[in-house]
């Protein structure tokens, strides 16, 4: 993952008060979008175990949080709970 895709949302996420699905920069969009991408598919991990500890890969948990200002909250049918 390129250090311009965690410098887009590190840049959005200090304005992310301002994001909106509406409104979303389209180069935040994607970068959100490919990390996503990396994360489901195992390339990357919001957080990793390190000898005794976990430590936390702060950008991408910040596009995690960015992807919820991102887009509309959406009702999920899962049948009977």
């Given at each position: 993952?390129?250090?311009?895709?965690?410098?887009?949302?590190?840049?959005?996420?200090?304005?992310?008060?301002?994001?909106?699905?509406?409104?979303?920069?389209?180069d935040?969009?994607?970068?959100?979008?490919?990390?996503?991408?990396?994360?489901?598919?195992?390339?990357?991990?919001?957080?990793?175990?390190?000898?005794?500890?976990?430590?936390?890969n702060?950008?991408?948990?910040?596009?995690?949080?960015?992807?919820?200002?991102?887009?509309?909250?959406?009702?999920?049918?899962?049948?009977?709970?």
């Open positions: 993952m390129s250090n311009q895709v965690q410098d887009v949302i590190e840049s959005a996420f200090e304005k992310r008060a301002d994001i909106t699905p509406t409104n979303t920069d389209p935040v969009r994607k970068a959100v979008e490919e990390t996503l991408n990396h994360v489901d598919s195992g390339k990357l991990r919001v957080a990793e175990k390190q000898g005794n500890d976990w430590i936390t702060e950008w991408i948990k910040k596009a995690v949080l960015l992807s919820f200002r991102m887009n509309e909250n959406e009702i999920i049918d899962a049948g009977v709970t």
